[in-house]
């Protein structure tokens, strides 16, 4: 099928086919389950769904030559019904629960038919469904059967979405962190963790195979990567090296792809959406990430996350965005999908949000933010789907809760932008990208900002995020002063050789007055591996509320990107000590990247450390 250029021929196209390709599943015996049905049906009679409306047969409703490219222009702008089928009850509820305790776990309201149909309105023309489906899967016993309750309910909100006219993607997602499995070092645990994931694709494709090319189906969520390697269920996971997590993620992929599309009918011609590397651009486009091969023929797309600055999306530690360095890292990070775009795989931005202040307020900018993310999306034709749990669009109200970003997102919809031909988006938004970097540009008066660009400077400062995540210094192996929660102090410290130094993060004059823990925290020194290759740190003291803290481990010196200098004073993630990791003595026994004991740390008003620096002894 060729796509024309104006818009308002793929809205009508997707009107048109919506009406005629929406297909439903098969007339199987299902468990009955009258609490789920009672609590359903008082919200809205429309909600109550005949699946013979969207009947049709086998193969019709599957447009063959229809590529992943031609997909994402159809697909518009999505969003996230989350918090809901991923809630993970089975540990509180036990695999039987009825299935609406599962749904409203993580205090989301029953999903409704006139919801779904007031997110289209919004200006959303796709729904991804989060799903945890071992929520009714007795795995620990070898048993994989999804309850037929849960593969209802499931499919009650996916004609939601259809009814709606909207595409629906629905995965695996998180679902208790059995995938950690994969990293045991029991080759039985590992086996099994295969054999589950397997049976779950089996039994959802061969449930949902009649539906159309509107729905479909997701390898993971952020688990193909790193998180393979949890230990939720599996104690003696974490056995996995970043290359074994690479070769693995590809290999659950392809499995992925071979099991769909052995299960036959419409899954033949299905669209996949293939999970990046911990769906973490930077991760995904590194070389080791490599695509599935496919029995069809452009129908691969591929999903990663976009959280930048983490602060920022993810938590309420950072306030603020919109410095020349926040444009060009996400316009930096956006364009590296072309990668894929350049293959010929749509690209779905799966998940992307700004988290809401403490109060519930709206933070600084996040107009601007979402502008240029979805200005990225126009100009490279990348599919968006807001990550939201009533956050945004509060489905109590049936409605955005601020007139600006609703305006913001109905904008960009398919029939919003059906008046303009590609060139014209793509033209449009190129030019706001430009316009708004400019704007940004006074930002660059700032002293410890023009620092922190200078090549030839060293900056030792202290990396931080809060035990509870509200409280952050500049994380990440670039040094950026401006990233941080308002009434912070930070001495930060320029290197200019071999001595001795101090830096230091000042929590009292936040909102709290305090840093409640730490969840991550590292000493680093920015251009330490360039200016100064091969040198240590070498902590002498640490100082935390002005009292001497004695190390609850042994420190040691590395870089995660060659270029920025750390050393974990707490960092949870690092599973094994890495072999670039260095010490004055040449000793590496017994390291560790936690050398602050996260469970007794407590209210921290003030934190210093004091380090000699310069070359190894050995």
Known sequence: MKIRNKRFNICLLLLILTALSLVGCKNNDKEADNSTETAISQTDETES???????????????????????VKLMGNGINLGNTMEAYGRKVLG?????????????????????????????FDSLRIPVAWTNTMDFENGDYTISNKYLDRVEEIINYGLKAGMYVIINDHWDGGWWGM???????????????????????AERYKDYSDHLIFES???????RLNDRDYAPDSGTLSEDECYELANKINQVFVDTVRGTGGNNEYRFLLIAGYNTDIEKTWDDRFTMPTDTANNKLLLSVHYYTPWGYCGNPSLSNWGSVRDYNQQNELLGLMTKYTDQGYGVVLGEYQVALTEDGSIKNNADKFFNNFLNNCDKYGYVPMLWDCSTYFVRNELAIFDKDIADLFKGRSLSAQS?????????????????????????????????????DKAISWIMFNSGDWATMYSVGDQYDPGAKSEGIIATDVEITGEGTYTVGLDFTGTSAGFANGTAFSALAISNGELLYP?????????????????????????????????????????????????????????????????????????????????????
């Open 49 to 71: 769904q005949n699946k013979s409306a969207f009947d049709i047969e086998e193969n019709d409703g599957m447009r063959k030559d229809l590529t992943s490219l031609e997909l």
């Open 95 to 123: 695999i039987d629960a009825e299935v609406s305790k599962y749904e409203t776990l993580w205090g989301q309201p029953v999903t409704t038919q006139e919801m779904i149909n007031k997110m289209k309105e919004s200006g």
């Open 182 to 204: 994969f990293g045991s070092s029991t080759e039985e645990i590992r086996d099994s963790a295969m054999e589950l994931y397997v049976s779950m694709w089996t039994q959802i």
């Open 220 to 226: 993971a969520n952020e688990e193909l990567g790193n």
């Open 419 to 455: 008046s303009m031909t590609d060139e014209e988006i793509i033209n449009l938004a190129t030019s706001e990208m430009d316009k708004a970097l400019i704007e940004a540009g006074n930002y660059v008066e700032d002293t410890a900002y023009i620092d922190s660009l200078n090549p």
């Open 534 to 618: 091969g040198y240590i740190i070498n902590i002498t003291e640490i100082r935390i509320n002005d009292e001497i803290y004695n190390m609850a481990g042994r420190p040691y010196t590395t870089s995660d990107d060659s270029i920025c200098t750390r050393v974990n004073l707490y960092n949870g993630w690092v599973n094994s000590i890495p072999e670039e990791a260095r010490t004055s003595d040449g000793d590496t026994t017994d390291l560790s990247p936690t050398i602050l004991d996260s469970t007794t740390l407590g209210e921290i008003k003030t934190l210093t450390v004091t380090f000699e620096y310069g070359p190894a002894n050995n």
